[in-house]
């Protein structure tokens, strides 16, 4: 294949802020009367655009003033990003390596990628080409912000690989015809990622910013044969 563009998604992959954000969510949830823990929260919200967030708090939780509880959330979240968020273990060094055009695609809000990647020496790695759901009408899994990426770059999908945690971006991914590399933090608690990745079908699987680098190695040869 021909790489064009790499595409990464941003929590969980580029900044280790999903430990972060599913502490400060249980909190607020369990403030709101829900009976939920950080893990449950990790499992079940993960990877999801606010909407849909919203949309598992209301259905399945069965809170109501949602707007009251994500304020309390943001008004704990953000000031936990600015003392504690910190980028994936190896990742800065291997983005700033890489020759590679490449922009960041997040269901995250723009307002909330400001607020946390906008924090690190990270931010200026991808900056103006940092992408969030809001600019599309379906987040992932749909391959809409995929599509947007590859526009915004004058590039054809097919030659666009994607790097993304979790198995909606996976999923869109291939949705939008391009190469999905499923990444896994070392750290997650989850079990079996990897298996989840590649059934979501994810092409490569790397654990870790060292394994991804060996994977875009890999992709890199594929391109020179």
């Keep these: 294949m021909q790489i064009d563009l790499l595409i990464f998604d941003c929590d969980g992959v580029l900044i280790n802020s999903e430990p972060i954000a599913s502490r400060t969510l249980a909190k607020a949830l369990q403030n709101a009367g829900a009976s939920i823990t950080a893990e449950e929260v990790l499992i079940r919200f993960t990877g999801n655009s606010p909407d849909v967030i919203r949309r598992i708090c209301a259905d399945e939780l069965g809170l109501e003033n949602l707007d009251a509880v994500f304020e309390a959330w943001h008004l704990d979240i953000y000031p936990e990003f600015a003392r504690s968020l910190e980028p994936m273990a190896g990742m800065e060094e291997l983005v700033r390596s890489l020759?590679?055009?490449?922009?960041?695609?997040?269901?995250?809000?723009?307002?909330?990628?400001?607020?946390?990647?906008?924090?690190?020496?990270?931010?200026?790695?991808?900056?103006p080409s940092v992408f969030s759901s809001d600019r599309v009408a379906r987040p992932k899994p749909a391959p809409d912000l995929f599509h947007f990426c590859a526009k915004a770059f004058a590039v054809d999908p097919k030659n666009c690989v994607v790097i993304d945690d979790s198995s909606h971006g996976i999923t869109g991914a291939r949705a939008a015809g391009m190469v999905p590399i499923g990444f896994v933090d070392p750290a997650d608690p989850r079990p079996d990622r990897a298996q989840v990745l590649k059934e979501a079908g994810a092409a490569l699987v790397a654990t870790g910013a060292g394994e991804l680098e060996k994977a875009l190695a890999r992709l890199e040869a594929l391109q020179a044969v």
């Design 99 to 127: 020759s590679y055009k490449k922009c960041v695609a997040s269901n995250s809000s723009t307002d909330r990628l400001s607020k946390s990647l906008g924090l690190l020496d990270l931010w200026h790695a991808f900056a």
